[in-house]
């Protein structure tokens, strides 16, 4: 993944510098039991400048989960980590997606990891996982269906949408997208690459009792849902457009993407897009 790039150091915990005190340090086990050191910095991949106030994740089978935030030197620290392997997960909001980098720690082992961060693209991060890839290819519609220029592009942004929601994952959703939308030509163009999709006035969706970071259940068949929508879009000469969407992840706000569209023969594609809240 070209989401980052990593410098990974290991050394004997003897020949290893001592972590200063004004580093923002974190201890995964007990100061009294033999450990390992991982340490580090985030940094842009850019401009080089630190990336300040990032949560850095630890987690493996001897420690749940062990959580840093970068100082204003992008640096971090967790000591006394039991031996064992684990995961480093980097917080990813305004830059591309990390994969977790793999840790193996010994006693007497002190790593160094040096991330360096680069733009957010949600699309780029999409292309890198085969389903949500293809969901993102223009294609052009089977002949029974006329859309209007508008129609595409909606398509496109619902597709699109639903591609960015389930991007980790490497299938089809299996919750349904609960698209609102008045044309019943984009909701049934949708359905010929993603056959779980509805209407939005199909899904009746409520609070479920098994609520998760809001996310909404379809009332019906109790499976998970989402509904997505349109909040505004502005179509520019020269065949591009800029397109806010987003979903429902709670019963008064949602969770979207700002994207960039270009139009090609058949449809519209998304060259980038970025994150943002809802509300």
Not at 41 to 59: C, I, M, Q
Not at 171 to 200: F, G, K, Y
Not at 246 to 264: D, N
Request: charged share 20%; aromatic share 8%; with cysteine.
């Amino acid at each position: 993944m070209l989401a980052s790039r990593l410098l990974i150091l290991s050394l004997p915990l003897a020949s290893f510098p001592q972590v200063s005190q004004d580093i923002s340090r974190v201890d995964c086990g007990p100061p009294t039991e033999p450990g390992g050191i991982v340490r580090g910095r985030l940094v842009n991949d850019s401009t080089g400048e630190p990336v300040s106030g990032r949560a850095v994740l630890l987690g493996g089978a001897n420690v749940e989960w062990c959580t840093a935030l970068t100082d204003s030197a992008g640096r971090y620290a967790f000591l006394h980590v039991p031996a064992g392997q684990y995961e480093l997960h980097v917080g990813d909001l305004g830059y591309r997606r990390v994969r977790p980098i793999t840790v193996t720690i010994s006693p007497d082992t002190a790593i160094s990891i040096v991330v360096a961060l680069r733009a957010e693209d949600w699309v780029a991060d999409c292309l890198e996982v085969a389903h949500c890839a293809e969901l993102l290819r223009v294609e052009q519609p089977p002949g029974r269906y006329v859309l209007s220029e508008s129609e595409k592009l909606r398509e496109a942004v619902f597709r699109t949408s639903i591609a960015l929601a389930f991007g980790q994952s490497d299938s089809l959703p299996s919750w349904i997208p609960c698209v609102d939308d008045s044309s019943a030509m984009v909701i049934e163009q949708l359905r010929t690459r993603i056959p779980t999709a509805a209407h939005a006035s199909q899904c009746e969706m409520e609070k479920g009792e098994d609520l998760l970071y809001g996310r909404l259940r379809d009332r019906l068949t109790g499976r998970p849902a989402r509904r997505f929508y349109i909040e505004r879009s502005t179509i520019f000469p020269g065949d591009s457009a800029t397109v806010h969407s987003a979903y429902y992840a709670g019963p008064t706000h949602g969770i979207g993407w700002r994207c960039r569209y270009v139009r090609e023969p058949g449809s519209w594609r998304a060259i980038w897009c970025g994150f943002t809240w809802i509300s």
